[in-house]
Nanobody
């Protein structure tokens, strides 16, 4: 069974840093791109970052230069290092992968709160 489990969320001050982890199981991890999304109440889920099979990163403009996505295929894990955090980064962060065009898989989410 496919499973994605996020961890690392918490409360942090503006300008601070936080690292998120996503542990994957149930599929051959190294053959799939991985993504991070985030969502705040009343708003649509927003793409944050992706990492390709070849470890090429992609970021939404608002986090470029502040966030770094990485993967460790030996550990079946994807990470999101978040630096220079802003209140606008407050959201539930979700790990995601798409195994085929009709099969999206999501983690349970981890709350990141950046105090005003």
């Amino acid at each position: 069974q496919v499973q994605l489990v996020e961890s690392g969320g918490g409360l942090v001050q503006p300008g601070g840093s936080l690292g998120l982890s996503c542990a994957a199981s149930g599929f051959i991890f190294k053959f799939y791109a991985m993504d991070w999304y985030r969502q705040t109440p009343g708003k649509a889920r927003e793409f944050v970052a992706a990492i390709t099979i070849g470890s090429q990163p992609i970021y939404v403009d608002s986090v470029k230069g502040r966030f770094t996505i990485s993967r460790d295929n030996a550990k079946n894990a994807v990470y999101l290092q978040m630096n220079s955090l802003k209140p606008e980064d407050t959201a539930v962060y979700y790990c995601h992968t798409k195994l085929n065009p009709s099969s999206d898989y999501w983690g349970q989410g981890t709350q990141v709160t950046v105090s005003a």
